[in-house]
Each structure stands twice: as structure tokens, then as C-alpha cells.
């Protein structure tokens, strides 16, 4: 038997040579293009001419440049991944062999790969389906890169079947949930889910697509080789050339994760919290935005800072007496001094003084209806000179009594003085007068 094996490969050698020499170098030609509304990757142009060759994958981990790609602009580092709540819904059924539905997995962790995953940054969620739906894992499950990636690569086929609808309708109900993980309206993220099928649906997609495009969730669709295209465009959102994708073989699906990269990549200052606005950024496209302030405050001259809107300026406040401006871009109202504040918490009312038992009077207090008062007293009874206490009127009458009667004293005594000084005055006179007649007398007879 040995010595005829020399005869046997002298037979085989020509076989053997001729299968070398067919033996393909790259992958066979791709089939005819796409229908319009699509992206297509790895194919030629019209007329067998070289297609645009695809942007070559980022490597893991590392941001997406556009350094050396044409018009490319963004510069290393600068792209950073908008926070979104992120769910991939996969088909797994039979016509997805072994081999091409580990391309898949490839697929899901290279974009895992250029996102920023936490919890407070992009979370994932990955939906499996054939005839069945299966979620592997919801939006909170995973919050860190390598746990992430270690659950999709344990991820197996579930064969038979292609229920996109009933894939899409799970995800909007049970992985788009809050209690799934899934951040609330409030919080602006983004809601977005990634379909990857190879055939066309066995029930209805558009009904329950255009549902899920209603709760906001921003669909995309990625056909691979004998995907149906128009159930592609019925599940994906507008504008379709962005939001459809097709490739030929599962071979070269992984070439797509740049373009998803592009897609997620936030390069307006609003995301990357390089906008300087004191208050609120809002995105205006196109990396533009622009500033705004919170309730209360205007935008000053340098379209960024804010400062409190001077409100009791405005004459709008609506306060009786007095507005006061406050710190939080707010006001307050209050009253002049003799005034409280209604519970309106604008108008004022007069404070009655007297009710509150600080006016001194000794009997009675009596409001005057402007924050003021005056005292009175009992009937009897008539006000002192110090305008709050009160006295008798028969003791005043007393004491105005003993006041005449020692002014009549003193009067009298007065005038018995005057008198007395007058008789002397008298006396005195008659003397003069009689001394002066007696000697005109002596004078006349001698």
C-alpha cells in the first residue's frame, strides 16, 4: 500500500493547485445597492465603479476624530457621548447563524465601546427576539463598560421566528420604563433604540412602531443581507437617510459602529458643559446654543450671567404700601409702621393700637383709624395735662377753690398795705398843709 501513495498525490497534486488558484483573496462582490432612504456600507458604486470606502471603525475606547476622513473637522477628545437611555432589540432567529450573530454581539459592544456608560451618563438595555422576546438585561442592570460588554457576550440565539413588532412593543413597555431603569421626562435623556434584523417581520410593525415613535423613542433600523427594506422605513423615525441602515453581509455590520458613534456624539457646548451660561444652556442645532436665566432673573449684556428681575421696579407687584426686592430674583411685601399685612400677603389694614394694650392710656383708649390713637376718661373723670391719665372733676374743683382762696388772701393783704401806707401818706400832708398855713398867717399880722 505504501508504495503507491507516490502515484496518489502525483493524481491530486493538479486538484489541489487549481483550488489554491480559485480561492477568493477578499470577500465576494456585494449585490445590487439599496433602495433610496437607506445607508449602505462596503458596496460598489453604479456601473461596477469603486464605492466610497467606509470610515474605518474607532479603536475601543478611543473617541471618533474625523482626522483623516474627508471634511472631517472634530478634533481627538473633543467628541463626547450625549447621556441616553439606549436599548438594542436584536434578531436571533434561525437565519442569524452562529457565526454572524456573534458579529452582531461585536456590533453591540463596539458601540458600547464609544458611548459613555453610567448611571448618570448613557445606560443600556439589549432586547433578544425571534418568535419569542427575551430581555437579557434592563437599562439599570449594567452601569460600568466591562460588566456591560461581559453580558452581551453571553448572550445566545433564540432560533425560530422574526417578531419585530412584539420585540419593538416589549421594549416600549417593559425596557422604556422607569422601573426598568429608564430616567423620567423631566430628565430630557434621550430614548433610543437600535433594531438589527436579517428578514422581514412576521407581524405588524408599523402600527406599534409608530406607538413607540410616539412615546419618544427615537428609532433605528439596520438591515442586514435579505432584510426586508420597506419594514425597515415603517419602523424607523425621520428623517429615514438618517435613521435607516443597510449592509450586505453580517461581515462588515461592525463598520457601522463609527456612524452610531457620529450619531451619539454631543459636540455642542450645552453637552459638553463648556457653555459658560450661569443658569441654563439651550442647544440650538448645529452646535449652536445660546443662554438663558431660571424664573426671575433677566440675561445681562454679556448674554450669559444673570441677575434678578428688580420686580417691585416693574410697579406689577401689586403690594399696598411698601415692595421689597429679595435675593431669589423674587419680592415681599410690607406695610408702613401702624399697618399689618392681610393674608393676601400684598394689601395692609390698620393696626388698632388699642387692641393691642401698649397704648398707656389710664382708662380708655380710642382709635382714630390711621395707626393712631388718643385716651379718654370715665365720665367723672377729666384728662391730665399728660394726655393719658385721668382725675376726678370735683377734686380738681378743690384744688382750683384753695388756688381762689389764697389768691383772695393775698389780696387782701395787699390792699390793707396799700391803705395803711396811704393814711400815713395823709397824715403826713395835713401836717405840711397846717404848718404852712400858720406861718402865712404869722407873716399877715405883723
Not at 447621556?83 to 452562529?98: G, H, K
Not at 460588554?149 to 432560533?159: D, G, H, M
Not at 444652556?281 to 432673573?297: A, F, K, L, M, T
Not at 383708649?365 to 393719658?388: I, M, W
Request: charged share 20%; aromatic share 6%.
Amino acid at each position: 500500500m505504501p508504495h503507491r501513495l507516490p502515484g496518489l498525490l502525483l493524481l491530486l497534486w493538479p486538484l489541489l493547485l487549481l483550488l489554491l488558484l480559485l480561492s477568493p483573496a477578499a470577500p465576494a462582490a456585494p449585490g445590487p445597492l439599496a433602495g433610496p432612504g437607506s445607508r449602505r456600507l462596503g458596496t460598489r458604486g453604479p456601473g461596477g465603479s469603486p464605492g466610497r470606502r467606509p470610515a474605518p471603525a474607532a479603536p475601543t475606547g478611543a473617541p471618533y476624530s474625523g482626522a483623516g476622513q474627508p471634511g472631517g473637522t472634530r478634533g481627538a477628545g473633543v467628541c463626547k457621548s450625549r447621556p441616553l437611555d439606549l436599548v438594542f432589540i436584536i434578531d436571533s432567529s434561525r437565519s442569524v447563524r452562529p457565526l454572524e450573530f456573534t458579529k452582531v454581539k461585536t456590533f453591540v459592544s463596539r458601540i458600547i465601546d464609544t458611548l459613555d456608560i453610567g448611571a448618570v451618563d448613557t445606560r443600556v438595555a439589549l432586547v433578544n427576539y425571534a418568535s419569542t422576546v427575551k430581555i437579557e438585561f434592563h437599562l439599570q442592570t449594567h452601569l460600568d463598560k466591562q460588566s456591560l460588554k461581559q453580558a452581551v457576550a453571553r448572550i445566545t440565539p433564540l432560533s425560530t421566528g422574526t417578531m419585530s413588532g412584539l420585540a419593538i412593543q416589549t421594549a416600549m413597555e417593559k425596557a422604556f420604563t422607569v422601573e426598568a431603569g429608564a430616567r423620567g421626562p423631566s430628565s430630557n435623556i434621550p430614548k433610543v433604540a437600535i433594531i438589527v434584523t436579517d428578514g422581514r417581520p412576521q407581524d405588524q410593525v408599523n402600527e406599534v412602531a409608530a406607538r413607540a415613535r410616539a412615546a419618544g423613542i427615537e428609532l433605528y433600523a439596520v438591515g442586514v443581507d435579505r432584510a426586508d427594506m420597506e419594514s425597515l422605513k415603517m419602523m424607523a423615525s425621520e428623517p429615514l437617510d438618517e435613521h435607516v441602515f443597510y449592509v450586505e453581509t453580517y461581515g462588515v455590520i461592525e463598520k457601522l459602529s463609527s456612524r452610531f458613534q457620529e450619531t451619539f456624539c454631543a459636540v455642542d457646548p450645552c453637552m459638553l458643559g463648556t457653555h459658560g451660561c450661569q443658569h441654563v444652556c439651550v442647544s440650538d442645532g448645529d452646535g449652536r446654543h445660546h443662554c438663558e436665566c431660571s424664573q426671575g432673573y433677566s440675561l445681562n449684556a454679556d448674554k450669559k450671567t444673570c441677575s434678578a428681575i428688580n420686580k417691585c421696579a416693574l410697579n406689577t407687584h401689586g403690594c399696598g404700601h411698601i415692595c421689597v426686592n429679595d435675593r431669589s430674583g423674587s419680592y415681599h411685601c410690607e406695610c408702613y409702621e401702624g399697618y399689618t399685612l392681610n393674608e393676601d400677603r400684598k394689601t395692609c389694614s390698620v393696626r388698632d393700637k388699642c387692641a393691642l394694650g401698649s397704648h398707656g392710656c389710664q382708662h380708655i383708649c380710642v382709635s382714630d383709624g390711621a395707626a393712631s390713637y388718643h385716651c379718654d376718661c370715665y365720665t367723672g373723670f377729666t384728662l391730665n395735662e399728660d394726655k393719658r391719665t385721668c382725675s376726678a372733676i370735683e377734686e380738681a374743683r378743690r384744688l382750683i377753690s384753695t388756688e381762689d382762696a389764697c389768691g383772695c388772701e393775698a389780696t387782701v393783704a395787699f390792699q390793707e398795705k396799700v391803705s395803711s401806707y396811704l393814711q400815713r401818706l395823709n397824715t403826713k400832708i395835713d401836717d405840711i398843709l397846717e404848718k404852712l398855713q400858720a406861718n402865712e398867717y404869722g407873716q399877715i399880722h405883723r
